[in-house]
């Protein structure tokens, strides 16, 4: 053992008391302690197996002790050259949304969108007010097409020959 590690600490207290909580081992002082330790030693170059065996040594119980290894190996990660899938991924998120964010390209969709959208409405508003009306339909004539005049019914041209009613008609029989 080294001169630098903690203390050696008791787990359990001696206590006689009857209640449940009494007996109840607080150990994250000591883990955190020998986390810290172990973090350290790892930093110097300590292999896991060399710590792990240390620790063992020292009163920890194998799966705590390979807990505290393995909490030191992951901290120490970015000192040892690894690279993780969440580091790749935290990396390529922080990129985007940095490009995404200070992109002209991305205020232009915006002003884009609305712009299209203006066009659009101004279309359905026109299609509409043809639809309903308000605009006179162009004569055939303005298009281009040949205009045949309206063939003429029977009656049309003719003289009326309609009485106005002042006039006495004829059955209206005179009494004279």
């Known amino acids: 053992m080294t001169d ?5 600490e008791t787990k ?18 000591p883990k955190l302690a020998w986390g810290e330790w172990a973090v350290e030693e790892m930093k110097k170059g300590r292999s896991p197996d060399d710590l792990s065996a240390e620790l063992i040594a020292s009163g920890w ?11 030191a190996r992951r901290q120490t990660r970015h000192l040892r050259g690894v690279i993780t899938r969440d580091d790749v991924a935290r990396e390529n998120a922080s990129r985007y949304h940095k490009a995404m964010a200070v992109s002209a390209f ?32 162009r004569p055939a004539s303005s298009l281009g097409f040949p205009v045949e ?11 009326d020959t309609a009485k106005s009613s002042d006039e006495p008609h004829e059955d209206e029989g005179s009494t004279g």
Do not use: C, K, Y
């Not at 005049?149 to 003289?159: D, K, L, N, V």
């Open 149 to 159: 005049p309206a063939p003429r019914t029977e009656t049309e041209g003719q003289p």
């Open 12 to 29: 359990q207290p001696d206590s006689t008391d009857s209640t449940p909580l009494d007996h109840v081992i607080d150990d994250l002082e």
């Open 61 to 71: 119980d194998e799966d705590d002790a390979a807990e505290l290894v393995e909490a």
């Open 106 to 137: 991305s205020a232009f969709r915006f002003v884009s969108v609305f712009w299209l959208a203006a066009i659009a409405a101004r279309q359905v508003l026109n299609s509409l007010a043809f639809v309903l009306g308000s605009r006179r339909p």
């Open 4 to 8: 630098d590690s903690p203390a050696n």
